[in-house]
């Protein structure tokens, strides 16, 4: 299947050598490793109470992002509650590497920001579509002439109007706010974009403070929490959360099968090794098939990556995999020989039963423990903790019979609309999508739609 692929080299190589996997590995491990985080939290307080300053939020807009509307829509509540200076900045979308499917990611933002919008008392449009080019440029200019003090408000507003296709209301809004010529609105989002990339971040829709980043309102229950052992926001609700992350839902209800949980996964990912056991014990535990998709990871299957990005995602995994109680890390990265030798023992560990514990294994092993897979040892370690024989899995590993399934499965995925895992789709009785979501940070999401569907049945 490799072969078409291109090697991209890299940070997207599918195939580093034994050297680079393990510095690589090294970096990782350092990054998310336990305290690391605190460490830097702490350092940024210093250095702000030494230098005088307010406690300062960055936030990064990009007016044609769903997931940036519900951020603005997020402004004013924090700012009412914590006492931060708020500087915001207009930029473009990611590029390049940092954007590999251009065509799919807007209309997956438009998707999702509808689906989880309700559950953060937020509000997107379901079946909105693509705002007009010009519009975006009539919004960015507002935005470019509003005073930081006046960019909450003045943010949800042209939002609005902007997902509505509504001109009439954008004229409305710029003879309200300002506005500035179209050539000053592009200065201010090259200036926005070089601050964002001077920070070492690519999207719109980002939260910045003290040295961190925080993406849209789904990271914003880390942001909180920090500004609270600060002592900010006393008085007003101290300990709860304007934005906490939406609880799963087990529930008392079970589907008894009629329900079909697809879990597109992949052996690579530091996301999909966050949520992996928990979606196991989701379906289990409401009665839901479990079907596990396996599909490549991305840079094994042509989609580019850049540096920056999989730090970002490598230490915010950690962070979220501490929320859930779970200390991430050390890492010994899979990519390349270690996770086609896992795949090639797949279809064997399923036809015992043990297929779904074969990859909670392999990615325990090699993000939570810091197993290094392409060593035999490794790997025999992987199989022998699922329940299955070494001296069995020696006799298939290193066939290719995988390779159409995994390629079944990306077609699939790409098909409804999502490219990266872990990605969920649940299909009732007659296997009719009844929804999809992208991210370990969705879970929740799937697991209410079940209870809901159950209670109704």
């Known amino acids: 299947m490799s072969e078409q692929f291109t090697e991209q080299g890299g940070a997207s190589t599918m195939d580093p050598s034994r050297l680079r996997r393990w510095l690589t590995s090294r970096l990782l491990s350092a990054l998310v490793k336990p305290g690391r985080l605190q460490r830097a939290e702490d350092k940024a307080e210093r250095q702000r109470v030494a230098s005088k300053l307010p406690h300062r939020l960055e936030y990064f807009h990009q007016v044609d992002d769903a997931y940036s509307h519900l951020a603005a829509q997020a402004l004013r509540p924090l700012l009412q509650r914590y006492p931060v200076e708020l500087v915001p900045h207009l930029v473009s979308g990611p590029s390049g590497a940092n954007l590999p499917e251009p065509d799919l990611l807007p209309a997956l933002g438009r998707y999702d920001a509808a689906l989880v919008a309700p ?27 509003v005073a930081p003090a006046e960019f909450p408000e003045a943010a949800v507003a042209v939002g609005q109007a902007l997902v509505a296709g509504d001109g009439a209301a954008l004229e409305a809004l710029g003879a309200q706010y300002g506005s500035v010529a179209p050539a000053r609105a592009q200065q201010a989002v090259v200036a926005g974009t070089a601050r964002r990339k001077a920070l ?8 910045h403070y003290g040295g961190q980043w925080y993406w849209g309102v789904d990271r914003l229950y880390h942001l909180e929490r920090r500004w609270q052992s600060l002592g900010l926001g006393q008085g007003q609700g ?61 840079v094994m ?11 970002y995602i490598f230490a915010d995994a950690a962070r979220e995999a501490r929320a859930l109680g779970r200390e991430f890390g050390p890492v010994y990265d899979p990519i390349g020989e270690p996770v086609r030798r896992c795949y090639s023992l797949y279809h064997w560990a399923q036809e015992q039963g043990r297929g779904v514990a074969l990859c909670s294994e392999f990615l325990r092993a090699a993000f939570f423990q810091g197993i290094d897979t392409s060593r035999e040892r490794g790997l025999r370690q992987v199989v022998e903790c699922a329940g299955l024989s070494w001296s069995e899995a020696q006799a298939v590993i290193d066939n290719r019979d995988w390779e159409p ?11 409804f609309g999502s490219w990266g895992v872990p990605t969920f789709r649940l299909l009732d009785a007659r296997g009719n999508t009844v929804v999809w979501a992208w991210g370990q940070d969705r879970l929740w999401l799937i697991s209410r739609v079940i209870q809901r569907l159950l209670v109704e049945a």
Do not use: W
């Open 119 to 145: 559950h953060y008392g937020l509000e997107y449009p379901a079946g909105a579509g693509a705002p007009a080019p010009e519009l975006c440029l009539r919004a960015q200019c507002i935005l470019a002439a």
């Open 200 to 207: 070492q971040h690519y999207s719109g829709a980002m939260f």
């Open 238 to 298: 101290q300990g709860d959360l304007l934005f906490p992350r939406p609880a799963l839902e087990a529930g008392s209800y079970q589907a008894n099968g009629s329900l079909t949980l697809e879990f597109y996964a992949s052996l690579r990912s530091p996301y999909t090794a966050v949520i992996f056991d928990e979606a196991v014990a989701l379906a289990e535990h409401s009665g839901v098939r479990l079907a596990l998709r396996p599909v490549l990871p991305m």
């Open 301 to 311: 299957r042509g989609v580019p990556a850049t540096r920056e990005k999989g730090m």
């Open 405 to 415: 399934m995994l390629e079944s499965n990306r077609q699939a995925m790409y098909g």
